[in-house]
T-cell receptor, first 115, second 119 residues
Framework: DAGVIQSPRHEVTEMGQEVTLRCKPISGHNSLFWYRQTMMRGLELLIYFNNNVPIDDSGMPEDRFSAKMPNASFSTLKIQPSEPRDSAVYFC?????????????FGPGTRLLVL | AQKVTQAQTEISVVEKEDVTLDCVYETRDTTYYLFWYKQPPSGELVFLIRRNSFDEQNEISGRYSWNFQKSTSSFNFTITASQVVDSAVYFCALSETQFTQGGSEKLVFGKGMKLTVNP
């Protein structure tokens, strides 16, 4: 079975540009998570969805960040406008939630560099 | 608030040595889950194990073993007879129970521990 798919794998952009990261969760999973990993702050949860509904976005840094999940098989994380401090690896993870904690499986990540 | 502490930031061993990675957690929940993930140099995060707070039995999977002790709030990970392929950053994580609106729980990660196994 395919795992979590993320695209692009690498993104280099200039400050001020819009960046869109994409994620396809594992088929059948109903929870989706966006994380950011930096050397300084480690792994941070940005936002997560259950059954396509955003549950907690308290980790989203600021209004420049937005995430959507229009259907069960697709999610986007958008940064507009991007800034150099947004440079990080962004991971998407999915899980099958049945009323208790289930294992989150991670995608390969998108390495973002904002110049 | 939940917290996970991996006191060791980096360990270097020689192949075939045993190595233990420490993880100490803080939580007020009585029901929670603990996880270990591996991040090899290629960058992906690989799930290793999940443990719930009611199951304190030690777990062994090949060369990997885990020791969960609620009394000391620890969930340590031991690699026996380490190999070069074990070189990676290892993360311990704790679920943060959230019942508002239902749904899956958030994970709180430790800072990670970089293991280097030299031939």
């Amino acid at each position: 079975d395919a795992g979590v798919i993320q695209s692009p794998r690498h993104e280099v952009t200039e400050m001020g540009q819009e960046v869109t990261l994409r994620c396809k969760p594992i088929s059948g999973h109903n929870s989706l998570f966006w994380y950011r990993q930096t050397m300084m702050r480690g792994l941070e949860l940005l936002i997560y969805f259950n059954n396509n509904v955003p549950i907690d976005d308290s980790g989203m840094p600021e209004d420049r960040f937005s995430a959507k999940m229009p259907n069960a098989s697709f999610s986007t994380l958008k940064i507009q406008p991007s800034e150099p401090r947004d440079s990080a690896v962004y991971f998407c993870a999915s899980a099958f939630w049945v009323g208790r904690q289930e294992t989150q499986y991670f995608g390969p990540g998108t390495r973002l560099l904002v110049l | 608030a939940q917290k996970v502490t991996q006191a060791q930031t980096e360990i270097s061993v020689v192949e075939k040595e045993d190595v233990t990675l420490d993880c100490v957690y803080e939580t007020r929940d009585t029901t929670y889950y603990l996880f270990w993930y591996k991040q090899p140099p290629s960058g992906e995060l690989v799930f290793l194990i999940r443990r719930n707070s009611f199951d304190e039995q030690n777990e062994i999977s090949g060369r990997y073993s885990w020791n969960f002790q609620k009394s000391t709030s620890s969930f340590n990970f031991t690699i026996t007879a380490s190999q070069v392929v074990d070189s990676a950053v290892y993360f311990c994580a704790l679920s943060e129970t959230q019942f508002t609106q239902g749904g899956s729980e958030k994970l709180v990660f430790g800072k990670g521990m970089k293991l280097t196994v030299n031939p």
